[in-house]
């Protein structure tokens, strides 16, 4: 049933296609489109003019996002090596002057008490400490220290001396925890709206 000209069905199916016309046109536009093969076609040109910029858009948006996340991602790495590489070697410089500069001021049993005792456990924490600010969670941290008091022994003291590895490697690890908790709570916290 050809009720109406193509024309009018042409001006009509803009408002057709975005679904704002009357009931009446609507159902008119629908009746004609049954027996109009042209008028079809005119709907499926403007369906696809419509549908294909909306999805260059729509990759264009995605493509930004996902450009913009990566720049995040990218930055986040980028700032977390600077971290972890400053930290390293803050951590490596404060760690040698603790194991091997400290014992030179041992001058008898008293000061290598307080050197082995307090002064070099409060270097270990307040270094671990640090490195885990700067550089989060590092499970190698403590081995690394353990590694470089070792020679220290032969250096320094006597065999005894050896004792001292535990509880700079446990001060280490837990001086790197919580120094590596702290800096993911600031983190998280930081990256709060
Ligand atoms: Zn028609």
Redesign the pocket.
């Known amino acids: 049933m050809n009720e109406y000209p193509?024309g009018i069905?042409r001006d009509l199916l803009p408002l057709y296609y975005d679904n704002v016309c009357s009931k009446e046109s609507r159902q008119a536009v629908e009746e004609?489109l049954h027996t109009?093969p042209?008028?079809q076609k005119e709907l499926q040109k403007l369906t696809n003019d419509l549908i294909i910029p909306e999805r260059k858009g729509q990759t264009e948006e995605e493509k930004k996002v996902m450009e913009f996340s990566s720049f995040l991602r990218s930055f986040r790495e980028k700032s977390y090596r600077k971290g972890l590489y400053i930290g390293i070697i803050t951590a490596l410089l404060l760690t040698v002057i603790t194991f091997y500069l400290f014992p030179l001021l041992i001058v008898d049993t008293g000061s290598g008490m307080f050197a082995l005792l307090l002064l070099i456990p409060a270097f270990c924490f307040l270094t671990a400490f640090l490195f885990g600010l700067l550089a989060g969670i590092q499970w190698l941290y403590p081995l690394l220290i353990a590694a470089l008091f070792l020679p220290t022994i032969w250096i320094y003291y006597n065999s005894s001396a050896w004792i001292y590895v535990i509880p700079y490697t446990i001060l280490a690890l837990v001086g790197n925890l919580t120094g590596g908790l702290i800096r993911k709570f600031v983190l998280k916290h930081k990256n709060r709206p």
């Open positions: 193509c069905i004609h109009c042209a008028c």
